[in-house]
């Protein structure tokens, strides 16, 4: 069956360092992943877009990876900050003009000062 | 800041009521969904739209109906709600043709039926 996987436990880091979140997925030929970012009690905000043919995307302090072959994408956040202590969610485009997202369930990053 | 409005954003009821909830969007997009999202659960797509008169249902079977009469409002309706519609409601909607899809969300309507 078709799967998206993201950590269910949270992540705990101090202040300052990177964040690495994980999005594996099984049995989906993605044209594009996405991340977003969800704060309690509020909608998804978009944060990055990847495309099955880029290895790697940046926007300020936010990278993601993507890699076909292993069916994974890597969301990095740098010199982490309190702020971003929030749950992101990966999301699966087959593209295709099908025009549809699969969400993960997402996994919860805290951010100790 | 996008801008899509939902409409209550929290909304407590009886079982066996009748509720809409609303969504309007004013960017102008094509494309409209609706997901229900239990607490630390992924986003179940379960209506969408790709245009004006153009409904279909999503993966997440649901007991729920849409309507779109007009491109920026995308309503969602239970004829008689249960117990078992407690949920996240979250109202979505991204641009035709856009490359990859981004999606704007609403706030979300907390909908628990007693």
């Known amino acids: 069956s078709q799967k998206i996987e993201q950590n269910s436990e949270a992540l705990n880091i101090q202040e300052g360092k990177t964040a690495t979140l994980t999005c594996n997925y099984t049995n989906y030929s993605p044209a594009y992943l996405q991340w977003y970012r969800q704060d309690p009690g509020r909608g998804p905000v978009f944060l990055l877009l990847?495309?099955?043919?880029?290895k790697e995307k940046r926007k300020e302090r936010l990278k993601v990876t993507f890699d076909t072959t292993l069916k994974q994408s890597l969301f990095h956040i740098t010199a982490s900050q309190p702020a971003d202590s929030a749950t992101y969610l990966c999301?699966?485009?087959?593209?295709?003009?099908?025009?549809?997202?699969?969400f993960g369930s997402g996994t919860r990053l805290l951010v100790r000062p | 800041e996008a801008d899509i409005y939902q409409t209550p954003r929290y909304l407590v009821i009886g079982t066996g009521k009748k509720i809409t909830l609303e969504c309007s969007q004013t960017?102008?997009?094509?494309?409209m969904y609706w997901y229900q999202q239990d607490p630390g659960m992924e986003l179940h797509l379960i209506h969408y739209?790709?245009?004006?008169?153009?409904?279909e249902k999503g993966d997440l079977s649901s007991e729920s109906t849409v309507s779109r009469i007009r491109t920026e409002h995308f309503p969602l309706t239970l004829e008689s709600a249960r117990p078992s519609h407690t949920s996240q409601y979250l109202c979505?909607?991204?641009?035709?043709?856009?490359?990859?899809?981004?999606?704007?969300f609403g706030p979300g309507t907390r909908l628990t039926v007693l």
């Open positions: 990847i495309r099955e043919n880029e």
């Open positions: 999301a699966l485009d087959v593209g295709y003009s099908s025009y549809k997202l699969i």
């Open positions: 979505a909607s991204t641009r035709a043709g856009a490359s990859g899809n981004e999606q704007f």
């Open positions: 739209s790709y245009g004006v008169n153009s409904t």
């Open positions: 960017m102008g997009h094509d494309k």
